[in-house]
Nanobody, 124 residues
Framework: QVQLVESGGGLVQVGGSLRLSCAAS????????MGWFRQAPGKEREFVAA????????NYRHSVKGRFTISRDNAKNTVYLQMNSLKPEDTAVYYCTTENSAYGWARTFQSAYWGQGTQVTVSS
């Protein structure tokens, strides 16, 4: 059974930084692409970033490119989202997600499993 547990959310001022973590369990972490989505109040859940199974490829939504960095530590079964230069529009619940099939790539990422989410609030 795949389990994803996010942590690291919180309240930060505009321009600040946060690092989200997602601990995965239930299968061989290093064989699967990982991703982050977010959902703001009243809006649909949207893709933020993904990293391929090997860690060699990444993909980002346009609005976070250059500010957010996704990475993975296979020894710790953890994926991270480093968020810098945060803006009020980044305020949302952030969800960790992974695919159902192994050896996937960031640009073709398709979510199958979800964590419970962690709140990120950016105050102006």
């Amino acid at each position: 059974q795949v389990q994803l547990v996010e942590s690291g959310g919180g309240l930060v001022q505009v321009g600040g930084s946060l690092r989200l973590s997602c601990a995965a369990s239930g299968r061989t972490f290093s064989s699967y692409a990982m991703g982050w989505f977010r959902q703001a109040p009243g809006k649909e859940r949207e893709f933020v970033a993904a990293i391929g199974w090997s860690g060699a490829d990444t993909n980002y939504r346009h609005s976070v490119k250059g500010r957010f960095t996704i990475s993975r530590d296979n020894a710790k079964n953890t994926v991270y989202l480093q968020m810098n230069s945060l803006k009020p529009e980044d305020t949302a619940v952030y969800y960790c997600t992974t695919e159902n099939s192994a050896y996937g790539w960031a640009r073709t990422f398709q979510s199958a499993y979800w964590g419970q989410g962690t709140q990120v609030t950016v105050s102006s």
